[in-house]
């Protein structure tokens, strides 16, 4: 506790030291699709799934560092096919951690959501959910949170001496879903056939980053594959599935080996989808002519290039690499909620009661009032972050849909030859959007959908960065 009071003061193990250690590796994987109709997350309006189309996913690789035989240190990357990690899920699985595994600090759990907007809502309150052969939040982050502490303890207990490889490619799957216009305005996925659109807000990330874990005989054990974009190209449908996904780990999976586990990470993205802006109409002619889905081409896209890479990976594996994995709680300034915006919820509240909306808007707008009422009070959002170092390469998350030039900082700052970083972690804390998507307003942008803003954006950038960097004494 005492390193993370530090940490927040941005006083962040400077000189730390970091040295190479044996990695002993375990990996599991397991289904969390429901088995009853669920509410979905990530829209406004109630959706009741109908059907499975795809199964959802969660995936672990445990690693535990050894030097002269002796544990030094540990990391849980757990990558789950679910819109977000609510608060209720990251208490859920570290309390059942703390029964299954007691040798296993919960807070070295790096929960990831892939961000399908496919799959079950986890949080009571946000939508009117209909009791009648429903599975209720509640219900399911049981089922969840017992999956994925079982899927932990198996990988944890099947650990082994192993080795881990890094490898960088190129897939164009990101695209700026913010439109701007000639007024200086911004849309999410707006019009870009107006004779007023000037271009998209701002640019967009088309890297494959990937980390292949390895068994002592040399066989693949695990992939983690980040793509800088949520998987949600499927996000309005009426049944579970695991977007994207889904299709790459088939894919991957029959180029490689049936029994390889993979995990799926978004890098920063907060205002970049899979949604296609830009050349849709020839996008969708070279789609017949594949005679693919969209989902079924971006998992082609991925499955492929991450192939590629792994063939090349293999070359380079690494059993005593440097690691440390270091946690920091961060208090980051709340963006602080004008009596204008206060104002302006309060008249779209009044508009959906008197239309008799009971969507998830109107708590969306009642948020805002009563952060207003309390901002005074708790002028700052508590961060959990990760930092991981292996070997040449750093893994860094946050919990936000983070607008991607904050990840282009973390990148281009950075002293690790390659900076993977990892949104969505921890315990969800909304769109943290930078100061010219602010100006431009527009959803992802405005103060509803943000509990931190630029100001606090920038904080975290620096925070990242300094504890990257204090785990190299030198730049490499």
């Known amino acids: 506790m005492k390193q993370i009071a ?27 699709t429901p088995d009853r109709p669920v509410a979905l997350d990530g829209q406004f309006n109630t959706r009741i799934s109908r059907k499975v189309e795809t199964p959802l996913t969660a ?33 859920a699985v570290r309390e059942r951690l703390r029964e299954k595994v007691p040798e296993l600090d919960p807070r070295k759990l790096v929960l990831t959501a892939t961000h ?18 429903v599975m209720q939040p509640p219900e ?11 899927m932990i303890a198996q990988a944890w207990n099947s650990r082994q001496p192993g080795g881990v490889s ?19 305005k911004a849309t999410m996925y707006g019009s870009i056939s107006s004779n007023e659109f000037r271009g998209l807000e701002n640019g967009e990330d088309h890297a494959l980053q990937t980390l292949f874990f390895w068994k002592r005989d040399g066989q693949p054990l695990a992939a983690c594959i980040h793509v800088p974009c949520p998987a949600q190209e499927v996000e309005h449908l009426n049944a579970i599935n695991a977007d994207y996904w889904h299709p790459a780990r088939l894919r991957l999976r029959a ?48 499955a492929a290039e991450a192939a590629d890479l792994f063939a090349l990976a293999r070359r380079d594996v690494q059993t005593n690499p440097a690691f440390a994995h270091r946690v ?59 930092v991981v170092r292996l070997g040449d390469i750093v893994i860094a998350t946050n919990p936000f849909e983070l607008f991607h030039e904050y990840g282009d900082q973390i990148q281009g700052r950075s002293r690790a030859l390659q900076t993977i970083v990892v949104q969505l972690t921890a315990s969800s804390s909304g ?43 030198a730049k490499p």
Request: glycine share 10%; no cysteine.
């Open 116 to 133: 399908t907007h496919t799959a079950p809502v986890t949080e009571t309150g946000k939508y009117l959910i209909p009791t009648n052969n």
């Open 59 to 91: 995936s672990a690789v445990a690693i535990e560092a050894r030097e002269g035989g002796r544990a030094t240190d540990q990391a849980v990357l757990v990558s789950l096919d679910i819109v977000a990690i609510r608060p209720p899920v990251l208490t």
């Open 328 to 386: 920091a709680e961060l208090e980051l300034p709340v963006r602080r909620v004008t009596e204008q915006e206060v104002e302006d919820a309060r008249k779209q509240i009044a508009k959906l009661k008197a239309s008799g909306d009971t969507g998830r808007r109107g708590n969306w707008y009642q948020a805002t009032v009563d952060r207003f009422q309390t901002q005074d009070q708790h002028p700052t959002w508590p961060t959990e972050i990760h």
């Open 255 to 302: 180029a490689l080996t049936n029994d390889l586990i993979i995990l799926g990470w978004p890098g920063a993205g907060g205002d970049v989808s899979p949604h296609r802006m830009l050349r849709k109409a020839a996008e969708d002619r070279m789609l017949k002519l594949r005679g693919l889905t969209a989902v079924e081409d971006i998992g082609r896209r991925i």
């Open 166 to 184: 890094w490898a960088l490619g190129s897939a164009a799957i990101a695209h700026n879903r913010r439109a701007l216009y000639a007024s200086g």
């Open 6 to 32: 530090v940490v927040a003061l941005g006083l962040v193990w400077l000189g730390a030291s970091v040295s190479a250690a044996e990695l002993w590796l375990g990996a599991a994987t397991t289904d969390i």
């Open 431 to 473: 769109y943290l959007p930078t100061q010219r998507a602010v100006e431009g307003g527009g959803y992802s942008a405005v103060v509803q959908s943000s509990k931190v803003g630029p100001t606090g954006g920038q904080l975290l950038v620096d925070r990242t960065v300094e504890l990257i960097n204090s785990l190299w004494t």
């Open 140 to 150: 399911y982050v049981a089922f969840l949170a017992d999956r994925v502490a079982g």
